[in-house]
């Protein structure tokens, strides 16, 4: 009966996350990753190389007001460079934003983008990134990146860049997207590839040595390139691999099939030109980019298997060292994983992303959280209704009818108290 209740359970496939909570509004200094700041090294002729600040802005980061139909935000971003703690440059980039749906402002998924480029001789730099709400007058000073110009110049081997090829379209012109979360690789269902450029355009091949931080090694050697300079481009807040005459030519390899088997973690990558020329490692991670919360400590994970599997069966996960416990949730998910040839598992992610969202939104005025309210209960079982009627019954109770079409079922709920803590009466 359980395991039918789980296959009809994910029939549902609308997927709910509450979005993180904001920081405290104001002014103040903080590191915060989720902007996920970045800094691409390109050769350019003779020393010098261009350095570009690669940022992102989510949309539920910002600070939107009202203005008419439309809700707007504004931000800023300052970037410096340093040698020796001394200014060398410095740029800003301001960004306008207008959308007219209030939901699009709470959202992780979009977000604001740009490039900062820069044109040094090749040294030793301290790029810091500084990002200003315009609205809020909130100021956040992100981690600084350190950069080593002359070891990029003397191996010749420059950032493998995270892209997506199927989704690429600027303007019309099909351009490599930049996946940009800091030079991490997403943790998700989709295929990811790398472009790794070098200097040697005669190089026929590289060889590209991967090691997930779960001993997983993957090698491969790659001959798919093209040869041309190239730079990072904004197009429609996104970010592109462009043509770049007035960079140095590189010969850009193209690393395919791999992201789908890497775990979350850091990921060590190991690029060598040819089969015995200049090699160097570049410390990647694979990062799951908005991880639902309730997922996040692998005990808890497990407990809140409460609301679709029997008491001894958590039990029994529950049952071991506390440090087996991620390997005990990783066994349990994967008997139900749609895609058991890589490892992400869609159903886990649905689960507890409905576990956050019932958590946040059905807590009423007098619960703590909304996982023990009948609602809660509801949407974690079966996900977001087809459609929610509100009416009045009547002694005046506030009625919230819940329907799904797959499967069949029909949920009235009745807040007796007025609290927003409403019970389960039919269904």
């Known amino acids: 009966m359980k395991k039918l209740?789980?296959?009809?359970?994910?029939?549902?496939?609308?997927?709910?996350?509450?979005?993180e909570r904001k920081p405290d509004r104001g002014i103040g200094f903080i590191r915060y990753q989720k902007l996920f700041p970045t800094v691409?090294?390109?050769p350019k002729a003779g020393t010098e190389v261009?350095?570009?600040?690669?940022y992102r802005i989510p949309y539920d980061f910002l600070v939107f007001e009202r203005d008419a139909g439309t809700f707007k935000a504004s931000a800023r971003m300052l970037v410096e460079v340093?040698?020796?703690d001394e200014l060398v440059r410095r740029d800003i980039q301001d960004k306008k934003l207008s959308v007219n749906d209030f939901n699009?402002?709470?959202s992780r998924s979009l977000a604001v983008e740009g490039v900062i480029k820069f044109d040094l001789d090749a040294d030793d730099y301290v790029i810091m990134g500084e990002f200003s709400d315009l609205q809020s007058?909130?100021?956040?000073r992100l981690a600084p990146v350190n950069i080593d110009g002359v070891e990029y110049k003397e191996t010749g081997i420059y950032n493998p860049v995270v892209i997506k090829l199927d989704q690429s379209n600027c303007n019309g012109k099909k351009l490599p997207l930049i996946i940009n979360y800091g030079g991490s690789i997403p943790f998700n269902s989709q295929d990811y590839q790398l472009v790794i450029p070098?200097?040697?355009?005669t190089a026929e091949t590289i060889s590209v040595e991967l090691v997930n931080n779960d001993g997983n090694q993957i090698i491969k050697t790659i001959s798919e390139a093209y040869v041309t300079g190239i730079s990072m481009m904004e197009c429609d807040s996104k970010l592109f691999i462009n043509t770049n005459d007035d960079n140095q030519t590189t010969k850009n390899f193209i690393l395919r099939d791999f992201s789908q088997i890497l775990n979350e973690g850091l990921l060590l990558t190991n690029v060598t030109v040819g089969t015995d020329g200049e090699s160097r490692e570049f410390p990647l991670s694979v990062k799951w980019v908005n991880k639902p919360l309730s997922l996040r400590n692998a005990e808890f994970a497990i407990e809140m298997l409460q609301f679709i599997e029997e008491e001894n069966v958590v039990a029994n996960l529950l049952d071991v060292d506390s440090d087996e416990y991620p390997k005990a949730l990783h066994n349990y998910w994967k008997k139900y994983d749609p895609t058991p040839d890589t490892e992400y598992n869609e159903l886990m992610e649905e689960y507890y992303s409905r576990i956050d969202y019932a958590a946040m939104e059905f807590r009423g005025i007098t619960k703590n959280n909304g996982l023990s309210t009948d609602r809660g209960k509801v949407y974690i079982r079966y996900g977001q209704p087809d459609s929610i009627e509100r009416s009045s019954?009547?002694?005046g109770y506030v009625v919230e009818t819940w329907t799904y079409s797959s499967p069949n079922q029909k949920f009235v709920f009745v807040d007796q108290q007025g609290t927003g803590n409403f019970i389960l009466i039919s269904g």
């Open 137 to 140: 007058e909130q100021l956040i």
């Open 393 to 395: 019954n009547d002694l």
């Open 104 to 106: 699009l402002t709470q």
């Open 40 to 42: 691409q090294v390109l």
């Open 5 to 19: 209740l789980l296959i009809l359970f994910f029939a549902v496939t609308a997927i709910f996350a509450q979005p």
């Open 82 to 84: 340093y040698k020796d």
């Open 198 to 201: 070098v200097s040697d355009t």
């Open 50 to 54: 261009t350095l570009s600040y690669l």
